[in-house]
């Protein structure tokens, strides 16, 4: 569509240019994710675990302080993805860890 046109806009009930209401929608998708005392996490931050948590399936703890490097962000607000050395597939809450 070009910015001239208009196209109506169910969330506001009117007519709005179709740049902006593609802006809008573009910053509805953005999902902000924080950390357990409000920080807002980012893909590639660096983490610490606040306390001890057990991996399911991997038989391990993940002790309190253990550094976790780059994150990627999921889309959920709550989850973020990680690495960690020997378990595959780690998905944390983000209420246990703090942005580093």
């Not at 169910?10 to 902000?32: F, H, K, N, T, Y």
């Not at 001890?52 to 038989?59: I, R």
């Not at 597939?89 to 860890?97: C, N, P, Q």
């Amino acid at each position: 569509m070009a910015d001239d046109d208009y196209v109506y806009d169910e969330d506001s009930g009117e007519w709005l240019p179709a740049a902006e209401l593609a802006e809008r929608q573009r910053a509805a998708a953005v999902v902000e994710v924080r950390d357990s005392v409000g920080n807002i996490l980012a893909d590639g931050d660096q983490v610490t675990l606040i306390k001890d948590l057990d991996v399911k399936g991997a038989g391990q703890t993940l002790k309190r302080g253990t550094l976790i490097r780059s994150i990627r962000l999921t889309g959920d607000p709550q989850e973020i993805d990680c690495k960690f050395d020997g378990i595959r597939g780690l998905v944390l809450r983000a209420e246990f860890v703090r942005k580093r």
